[in-house]
């Protein structure tokens, strides 16, 4: 039990970053990414992204799908959501289809 303990105390530390919070908001809210697409928009450079997705993915939290020379991300299960909601964050719910419906909204 003490393992398995360390290893959700391992996952809550890891979550403790703001940058693992906004990637997984941006993988919520804009569904599958390719790390190209997530540069813009998170304002760091590509190994550090590529480093936190690493975490991300290690947790079981973002899977990806390689595409040729591309890598795709997306939230890799409901646990990543739930995590998300737990924490409050107004992007656990939304999701790609509410999304558009939202930007069909705003016009």
Same mark, same amino acid.
């Given at each position: 039990m003490a393992e398995s303990l360390a290893v959700k105390a391992r996952l809550f530390r890891d979550l403790g970053h703001p940058l693992r919070l906004r990637i997984l908001c941006l993988l919520a809210r804009e569904g599958r990414q390719c790390s190209c697409r997530m540069l813009p928009e998170l304002e760091v450079p590509q190994p550090t992204l590529a480093r936190h997705l690493t975490i991300l993915r290690d947790h079981g939290l973002v899977a990806d799908e390689r595409e040729g020379t591309?890598?795709?991300?997306?939230?890799?299960?409901?646990? *990543?959501? %739930?995590?998300?909601? &737990?924490?409050?964050?107004?992007? *656990?719910? %939304?999701?790609?289809? &509410?999304?558009?419906t939202s930007k069909r909204r705003d016009r």
């Amino acid at each position: 039990m003490a393992e398995s303990l360390a290893v959700k105390a391992r996952l809550f530390r890891d979550l403790g970053h703001p940058l693992r919070l906004r990637i997984l908001c941006l993988l919520a809210r804009e569904g599958r990414q390719c790390s190209c697409r997530m540069l813009p928009e998170l304002e760091v450079p590509q190994p550090t992204l590529a480093r936190h997705l690493t975490i991300l993915r290690d947790h079981g939290l973002v899977a990806d799908e390689r595409e040729g020379t591309m890598v795709f991300y997306r939230i890799a299960n409901e646990n *990543a959501r %739930a995590l998300l909601r &737990a924490a409050g964050l107004p992007c *656990a719910g %939304a999701g790609v289809a &509410a999304q558009q419906t939202s930007k069909r909204r705003d016009r």
